[in-house]
């Protein structure tokens, strides 16, 4: 008889509607050249006219090419990938997942959080939606949809293996950690869940070797819904700042300040100048 059918899983259909809006980048960065002598020409060097008489002058310059990922968020060309993909680029093109090219413009990126914002020249574009990922259970299955080592529209599956990991990746270090596997060139794509909402966005990868080793990690797309309005708006990302530090009010010192209440702040320090300071906040 005829072969059996695979059995379907919810992942094709994912697989099918979700690699569509997700991109190839490609940039180039232009950076000095460790074998160029600073001064070319005549030269009483040895090494120097050594090095001429072979290779004549050396280009003061070099580009460097780099590849990563991303999605498209809305259908008027607007992009979401890792700031340390675009970073210090020169030229950025994004390759859709049609074979068209668009030469990108970085609109924001913020390198606290590790996020940028594109935009290409394009309408009608496949979309991916945002879930919430405060709502992922760990044990949940997820699909990591990227370019790894620029092999376009690659698909892999595992689970949340933990979330809020720490792995000293900055300020903002909440990562979703994952056994999907993410390699180089995954940076900026999608983490989605069975529904094909984006719940994260593939990012460090801790392995010796450079390649995966089961532990991928993902941005948290409810930390970006906060970041990309200001990334479109303004370029950057504003934070609010104080400027006091604090420790917890604890029954020994309300006992010892005579308060009534042994929870909240304690204000520590007032920084000068700091809006605190200026707002009559004492320490």
């Known amino acids: 008889g005829p072969p059996a059918a695979a059995a379907s899983t919810p992942w094709i259909a994912v697989a099918k509607a979700d690699t569509s809006a997700v991109v190839n980048i490609s940039t180039t960065q232009v950076v000095k050249n460790p074998m160029a002598f600073d001064n070319q020409g005549p030269t009483n060097d040895p090494l120097q006219q050594f090095f001429q008489q072979f290779l004549g002058d050396v280009p003061r310059t070099l580009r460097q090419h780099s590849l990563g990922s991303g999605f498209i968020i809305r259908s008027d060309g607007y992009i979401v990938t890792n700031n340390h993909v675009v970073d210090g680029a020169t030229d950025v093109k994004v390759k859709l997942a049609d074979g068209r090219e ?25 979309v991916l939606r945002f879930g919430n990922s405060d709502a992922l259970q760990i044990g949940e299955p997820v699909m990591a949809i990227g370019n790894p080592f620029g ?3 690659t698909v892999t599956t595992g689970i949340v293996s933990a979330k809020g990991r720490v792995i000293g ?5 909440q990562f979703i950690q994952t056994d999907a ?3 180089p060139g995954n940076s900026g794509g999608p983490l989605v869940n069975q529904a094909g909402e984006v719940v994260g966005i593939d990012t460090a990868i801790v392995s010796q070797s450079g390649g ?3 532990i991928g990690f993902a941005i948290p797309i409810n930390e970006a819904k906060t970041i990309l309005p200001q990334l479109e ?3 950057h990302v504003t934070r ?5 530090s604090i420790q917890p009010m604890t029954a020994e010192l ?4 005579h308060l009534e209440q042994d929870h909240g702040a304690l204000v520590a320090q007032v920084m000068p100048d700091s809006p605190a300071s200026k707002a009559g906040v004492k320490s």
């Open 254 to 257: 309300a006992k010892a300040f």
């Open 169 to 173: 990746e900055g300020p903002y270090d």
């Open 240 to 244: 609010g700042w104080l400027g006091v």
């Open 102 to 126: 668009f030469p990108a413009k970085v609109v924001g990126r913020d390198q606290k959080t590790d996020l940028a914002l594109l935009k290409i020249s394009a309408e009608n574009l496949p």
């Open 212 to 214: 995966s080793v089961g």
């Open 181 to 183: 596997s993410i390699n």
């Open 233 to 235: 708006a303004h370029g």
């Open 151 to 153: 092999l376009q529209g």
